[in-house]
């Protein structure tokens, strides 16, 4: 049993901030059980409460009223030794999160679930249940959209735990599907598009895949050369090379946001019909400039350099015959 000396008035605050939440969540508890529970003798854990129940909040006259103060079940307590509060104060009243504010964290939690890097996925699920059930409102059903990359990622994710390679078939907009071998280190996301971050072992350099665009995708026989502790990953997705050819384009300043993790360098400042240019670090190949521009119809133009400009043409005349 833990000794009897008085308690000071900080350890005293502490102890009766643990005490009432701990009877809160049991709801009915002996006095033994508590004193058990805390380490403390049986008459420490009646003191407490006794003080708790003349504890509470005083109403708009700054006096108290009932209802302000604590309450227990003093029959109970009395003649059977049971602690059992009857009223809470301002317990009910704490902040809680709108239902904008809990579907926003469920749905960063579901997109935390999705990344192999994640272990413990049952705490995860417990604390979106939790922010579910605590909302000020009905939570929205928000969800950050992986369900057609399920297979890949669950590949992935037996990749990193396994500490093993990679291997999958990666196609580009207007190249069909080569063999990548590669050591995942992270998925990330922008909007519902969603990245693999790896080492790739035949150019021995950090690259850039989109899961929409890997098939095939397996686990191989070598164990991993790189892990996410050996390499440095910039916080945008794509970074220059010293092979990477700079491209200019021009865009509506609107369209800017979508843009931003591809940026060389600052954008120009917006003239005055909303647009803007930008300046992006290609592969010679500028499958990515034809896959961005692809997925801004309307909106972005290739101002420079000609190549560039034949390879949006080509994709676009390769669409049109293909309809």
């Not at 602690?83 to 239902?99: F, G, M, Q, W, Y």
């Not at 413990?120 to 009905?138: F, P, T, Y």
């Amino acid at each position: 049993m833990a000794d009897t000396q008085p308690l000071q008035a900080q350890d005293k605050l502490a102890f009766l901030l643990a005490l009432v939440p701990y009877l809160i969540d049991r709801e009915r508890v002996s006095v033994a059980e508590a004193a058990r529970h805390f380490g403390v003798p049986e008459a420490r854990i009646r003191r407490a409460v006794e003080l708790i129940a003349v504890s509470g909040i005083p109403g708009e006259t700054m006096q108290y009223q009932h209802g302000d103060l604590f309450d227990i079940a003093w029959d109970d307590f009395e003649q059977n030794a049971m602690i059992v509060l009857t009223n809470l104060v301002a317990i009910d009243d704490s902040p809680r999160l709108s239902a904008r504010e809990a579907s926003a964290l469920i749905a960063g939690l579901q997109y935390l679930s999705a990344l192999p890097e994640a272990a413990d996925r049952d705490a995860i699920r417990a604390l979106m249940a939790k922010l579910s059930r605590g909302a000020g409102g009905a939570a929205a059903n928000v969800a950050v959209g992986q369900e057609l990359h399920d297979a890949t990622l669950t590949t992935i994710r037996r990749a990193m735990s396994e500490c093993r390679g990679l291997v999958f078939e990666y196609a580009g907009p207007r190249s069909k599907g080569r063999t990548r071998r590669v050591d995942a280190l992270r998925v990330e996301s922008i909007d519902t598009d969603w990245y693999l971050r790896a080492w790739d072992l035949d150019r021995q350099a950090l690259r850039t895949f989109r899961l929409d665009r890997m098939t095939n995708a397996r686990v191989d026989d070598r164990p991993a050369e790189r892990s996410i502790e050996d390499v440095v990953i910039p916080d945008t997705l794509f970074q220059q090379s010293s092979n990477d050819v700079i491209v200019t384009l021009e865009l509506d300043a609107s369209s800017l946001p979508l843009v931003a993790d591809f940026l060389a360098d600052t954008a120009d400042a917006p003239d005055d019909g909303g647009r803007v240019r930008i300046r992006l670090a290609a592969s010679a190949g500028f499958d990515g400039v034809v896959r961005l521009v692809a997925g801004l119809p309307g909106r972005a133009v290739v101002i420079d350099p000609p190549a560039a400009r034949d390879a949006v043409r080509a994709f676009a005349a390769s669409a049109l015959s293909a309809d």
